[in-house]
């Protein structure tokens, strides 16, 4: 990702569906303009979901995501078919594509019945549009709103276009602008972020989370100080003035509390994304179940990418170790990292995830309904980690205090 570019969790993403040979992977390269998908005459060429992070006129930044094809065969395919049906849990807008000539089958009805059900924007493409069908119109299922379908050929380039622009509008309204701590601050006030620089932080950068807010902050007129927990001491007495807030990563917490006066607010980096991503009230309730845990219990902890080294070994090693710490019982812990996340959550106690920072809202909102479906508490690294330091309620106590 350049420097400059819209993080993916906050892109648009197009989920585009179809059969094995329906043309999904040419209306892609049709639509982007860009040889992203392998297009093959050969049914199955995508066997994993492929997703790309473009400009996409007249949307903006979206990821377009080709997956599998829904027709699939034998072991691997039914696996394939799966994969195809996770990537509706973060699809924001989903394109059906269906191949004209063959018409609507089994598998577009089951695809556009899970897409109607989870209350996905969709637009179905019929695609080879150039292909003579002998005047028969295409069969639409009784289900599917004529206003979201169009003809296509991507062959001939008939109505590609309109296609893209039919796409656009279903992006959904903006609602409500949205703040990571913007809304916490005045103009003129100073931020202190507090950023250890240990073996876990990535080299030479920072991370999304930490850029975002610093963003945040200046947007809102706001002077950003970052500092590692080794230097904040040091800072907070040179600074002359108290800043309007701190924000640490959850790491530091019970060393950052302890350095910095209670009548400074503090919080952290996940607590502020909980809220940014709505998910704060659910995440504070989990991270209250560390209390409850009984010999026996299984936790899963849940990593929302397979690139471990932002957050290393807190999910595996350093998290277990505080819980059991903190419990003083006999634990069970399962793991899972990137786009895996189970159905059946039934079998555990409590689910920890991370922060989730490289998964859109909808992915996030989605583990996150399965658990309250199910009645499991769910809650983040850096709520756990503050409520078993004990000061749960002071890094939350600043999100109630919005500057008005
Ligand atoms: S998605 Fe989760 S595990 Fe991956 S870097 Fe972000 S917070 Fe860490």
Same mark, same amino acid.
């Given at each position: 990702m350049s420097l400059n570019a819209v993080p993916s969790a906050d892109r648009i993403h197009i989920g585009i569906f179809g059969k094995r040979n329906a043309?999904?992977?040419?209306?892609?390269?049709?639509?982007?303009?860009?040889?992203?998908?392998?297009?093959?005459?050969?049914?199955?060429? %995508?066997?994993?979901?492929?997703?790309k992070a473009m400009e996409l006129l007249p949307l903006g930044p979206v990821v377009i995501i080709d997956t599998p094809g829904l027709d699939d065969e034998g072991e691997l395919g039914t696996?394939?078919?799966?994969?195809?049906?996770?990537?509706?849990?973060?699809?924001?807008?989903?394109?059906?594509?269906?191949?004209?000539?063959?018409?609507?089958?089994?598998?577009?009805?089951?695809?556009?019945?899970?897409?109607?059900?989870?209350?996905?924007?969709?637009?179905?493409?019929?695609n080879k549009s150039d292909l003579n069908t002998n005047g028969q119109e295409c069969k639409l299922s009784e289900s599917a709103d004529p206003s979201r379908c169009i003809s296509v050929s991507t062959l001939t380039g008939e109505n590609i276009r309109?296609?893209?622009?039919?796409?656009?509008?279903?992006?959904?309204?903006?609602?409500?602008?949205?703040?990571?701590?913007?809304?916490?601050?005045?103009?003129?006030?100073?931020?202190?972020?507090?950023?250890?620089?240990?073996?876990?932080?990535?080299?030479?950068?920072?991370?999304?989370?930490?850029?975002?807010?610093?963003?945040?902050?200046?947007?809102?007129?706001?002077?950003?100080?970052?500092?590692?927990? %080794?230097?904040?001491?040091?800072?907070?007495?040179?600074?002359?003035?108290?800043?309007?807030?701190?924000?640490?990563?959850s790491q530091a917490f019970k060393k950052v509390s302890a350095i910095v006066p209670q009548d400074i607010p503090l919080t952290s980096f996940s607590i502020l994304f909980a809220r940014y991503k709505g998910n704060l009230e659910t995440v504070v309730h989990g991270a209250? %179940?560390?209390?409850?845990?009984?010999?026996?219990?299984?936790?899963?902890?849940?990593?929302?990418?397979?690139?471990?080294?932002?957050?290393?070994?807190i999910g595996t090693v350093k998290l277990p170790g505080w819980i059991r710490k903190h419990t003083g019982k006999e634990l069970l812990f399962e793991f899972t990292s990137g786009t895996e996340f189970p159905d059946d959550l039934g079998q555990?106690?409590?689910?920890?995830?991370?922060?989730?920072?490289?998964?859109?809202?909808?992915?996030?909102?989605?583990?996150?309904?399965?658990?309250?479906?199910?009645?499991?508490?769910?809650?983040?690294?850096?709520t756990a980690i503050a409520h078993m330091n004990g000061i749960l309620n002071r890094s939350i106590a600043p999100l109630?205090?919005?500057?008005?």
């Open positions: 043309g999904k992977s040419s209306i892609i390269n049709a639509v982007t303009g860009q040889s992203l998908a392998i297009v093959s005459d050969i049914k199955g060429t %995508t066997t994993d979901p492929v997703q696996l394939r078919i799966r994969k195809a049906y996770q990537v509706l849990n973060k699809t924001d807008i989903a394109v059906l594509v269906i191949d004209r000539s063959a018409g609507m089958t089994a598998e577009d009805k089951r695809i556009l019945e899970k897409i109607q059900e989870k209350k996905i924007p969709y637009v179905i493409a019929f309109e296609l893209k622009e039919l796409i656009a509008k279903q992006v959904p309204s903006a609602g409500t602008e949205k703040h990571i701590a913007a809304d916490l601050i005045h103009p003129g006030d100073f931020v202190v972020l507090v950023i250890p620089i240990d073996s876990s932080a990535p080299r030479g950068r920072l991370i999304l989370p930490q850029q975002q807010t610093i963003r945040d902050i200046l947007e809102a007129g706001g002077a950003a100080i970052a500092v590692r927990d %080794t230097e904040l001491q040091d800072t907070l007495a040179r600074l002359g003035m108290k800043p309007a807030l701190v924000i640490t990563d209250r %179940t560390l209390d409850l845990l009984q010999d026996g219990d299984k936790i899963l902890i849940s990593e929302g990418c397979t690139h471990h080294r932002q957050c290393e070994d555990y106690r409590l689910i920890i995830h991370c922060g989730g920072c490289t998964l859109n809202e909808r992915e996030m909102k989605y583990r996150l309904q399965c658990a309250c479906d199910q009645t499991i508490p769910i809650t983040n690294y850096g109630n205090k919005r500057s008005s």
